[in-house]
Nanobody, 123 residues
Framework: QVQLVESGGGLVQAGGSLRLSCAASGRTFSSYVVGWFRQAPGKEREFVAAITWSGALKWYSDSVKGRFTISRDSAKNTVFLQMNTLKPDDTAVYYC????????????????WGQGTQVTVSS
């Protein structure tokens, strides 16, 4: 059974940085894509970033490109989301998700989800 556990959320001022972690367990992830999604109150869930387990391919939403960086440490089975130059609009619950095979922008295509971690950016 795949388990994903997020950590690293918190309260930060606009312009600040946070690094989220997603610890994965339960199987070998070599053929998996891991993504970050977020959902703000009253808004739909949106794609943020994703990475193949090999690290060879990465995808970003336009809203975070140039500010966020996704990476992974395969030895620790952990995927990171480094978030810089945070804005109040980045406030949301951030979820880590995984699927086997190709990347899709829609979270509906991801099979496994973590419990989420709150990120709050004050102005």
């Amino acid at each position: 059974q795949v388990q994903l556990v997020e950590s690293g959320g918190g309260l930060v001022q606009a312009g600040g940085s946070l690094r989220l972690s997603c610890a994965a367990s339960g199987r070998t992830f070599s053929s998996y894509v891991v993504g970050w999604f977020r959902q703000a109150p009253g808004k739909e869930r949106e794609f943020v970033a994703a990475i193949t387990w090999s690290g060879a391919l990465k995808w970003y939403s336009d809203s975070v490109k140039g500010r966020f960086t996704i990476s992974r440490d395969s030895a620790k089975n952990t995927v990171f989301l480094q978030m810089n130059t945070l804005k109040p609009d980045d406030t949301a619950v951030y979820y880590c998700a995984a699927r086997r095979g190709s990347w899709y922008r829609s979270g509906d295509e991801f099979d496994y989800w973590g419990q989420g971690t709150q990120v709050t950016v004050s102005s």
